[in-house]
C-alpha cells in the first residue's frame, strides 16, 4: 500500500516518525518499541507501519476513523475465531461478501462506510448461526 505525502484531511506534510513520538512514555506498554509511524505533522492523521518495516498498515486516518477500524476489527476478528477459521479464509470471505479482491479487503485501508458493512455483516453472521458473543458491558454485570 502506498503512502501519501500529503494529508487528505488537512493538505499537510506526511511524515515517518518514530512510534515514540505518539505515544510517548506508552510507547512500549503498547509493544510499538523501535516501529515507525505516517503521521500529518499538521493535523496527527496517522497510521501504524508492518512491525519491523516501513510498509503502511492502511492509509492514513483522523481519530474517528481510526476508532471505527477498531470496531471493524474487533468485529471481524471475533467471526473468524469464534468460526475456527484460518485468519486467510476470513479475509477471502470478507472479499466476497464485500465484492473486493483479496488484495483490497483490508480493514486498515477501508473508510468509515466499508467498516460499519464489516461491522454488519459480522453481527449478521453472528444472528444468522444464534451465536451469543460476550459484549465488553456484559463484563460490568457479573454476578455474585
Not at 3 to 19: E, F
Amino acid at each position: 500500500m502506498e503512502i501519501s505525502t500529503i494529508c487528505r484531511y488537512c493538505g499537510g506534510v506526511i511524515r515517518l516518525v518514530p512510534a515514540e513520538t505518539v505515544y510517548d512514555e506508552h510507547t512500549e506498554r503498547r509493544g510499538k518499541k523501535g516501529e515507525m509511524i505516517y503521521q500529518c505533522q499538521n493535523c496527527g492523521a496517522r497510521v501504524g507501519c508492518h512491525k519491523g518495516t516501513n510498509r503502511p498498515l492502511g492509509k492514513v486516518a483522523n481519530e474517528i476513523l481510526r476508532c471505527k477500524r477498531v470496531q471493524a476489527h474487533r468485529s471481524f476478528d471475533r467471526l473468524w475465531k469464534r468460526r475456527g477459521m484460518e485468519r486467510r479464509n476470513a479475509y477471502r470471505w470478507l472479499a466476497k461478501e464485500m465484492d473486493l479482491s483479496m488484495s483490497a479487503a483490508h480493514i486498515g485501508g477501508f473508510e468509515m462506510d466499508q467498516c460499519q458493512r464489516v461491522i454488519d455483516l459480522c453481527r449478521n453472521e453472528k444472528e444468522a448461526h444464534h451465536e451469543r458473543w460476550p459484549e465488553k458491558t456484559d463484563l460490568l454485570h457479573v454476578s455474585t
